[in-house]
T-cell receptor, first 113, second 115 residues
């Protein structure tokens, strides 16, 4: 079946540091890949997505590239802010005839001033 | 567009009681999903509606769980004879567009505590 593996958290960084959160997946075919973010006290919301290999999704300074050869969709940001502190979820959908999304367990990011 | 809303936001119940949660999706969205999320985990799929039809249910979903979406608008999730293991956050999401590529819009969730 489909699965998504994210790096364990929490990830703790100082403001303006470079961020990478690793995400790898197992799926058949060519799923769509997503990053969702959950800020404290709020619901999950889409951060970015990519629907085919080599696509790059980007939003709010975050980027992720769909790498079919390494089955990865790592999230990066060049300079994090305190307001980026949240839980980040990698997800996939549209694999093996199923459109049900599969989520990773989430990675908590804590950014200190 | 007021977003996805869920009620109640919190529910405390005693083991063995029945509980019902409501989800109001974004009005133009034809798909509605229910998920369960426990601490330190991502959302786990429970069931999915397209309009009023319930098209998929998780194999992990106990017979004590039932969901409806009358008239393809709001949805309810009922848990009968609750158990302590049912304690979790229950999330609702709605979407529309190309299947497998669509963005899911999540509600704030209903946190259930079974004593």
């Amino acid at each position: 079946g489909n699965s998504v593996t994210q790096m364990e958290g929490p990830v703790t960084l100082s403001e303006e540091a470079f961020l990478t959160i690793n995400c790898t997946y197992t799926a058949t075919g060519y799923p769509s890949l997503f990053w969702y973010v959950q800020y404290p006290g709020e619901g999950l919301q889409l951060l970015l997505k990519a629907t085919k290999a080599d696509d790059k999704g980007s939003n709010k300074g975050f980027e992720a590239t769909y790498r079919k050869e390494t089955t990865s969709f790592h999230l990066e940001k060049g300079s994090v802010q305190v307001s980026d502190s949240a839980v980040y979820f990698c997800a996939l959908s549209g694999s093996g005839g199923s459109y049900i999304p599969t989520f990773g367990r989430g990675t908590s990011l804590i950014v200190h001033p | 567009d007021t977003g996805v809303s869920q009620n109640p936001r919190h529910k405390i119940t005693k083991r063995g009681q029945n509980v019902t949660f409501r989800c109001d999706p974004i009005s133009e969205h034809n798909r509605l999903y229910w998920y369960r999320q426990t601490l330190g985990q991502g959302p786990e799929f429970l069931t999915y509606f397209q309009n009023e039809a319930q098209l998929e249910k998780s194999r992990l979903l106990s017979d004590r769980f039932s969901a409806e979406r009358p008239k393809g608008s709001f949805s309810t999730l009922e848990i009968q004879r609750t158990e302590q293991g049912d304690s979790a956050m229950y999330l609702c999401a709605s979407s529309s567009g190309a299947r497998g590529q669509e963005t899911q819009y999540f509600g704030p969730g209903t946190r259930l505590l079974v004593l």
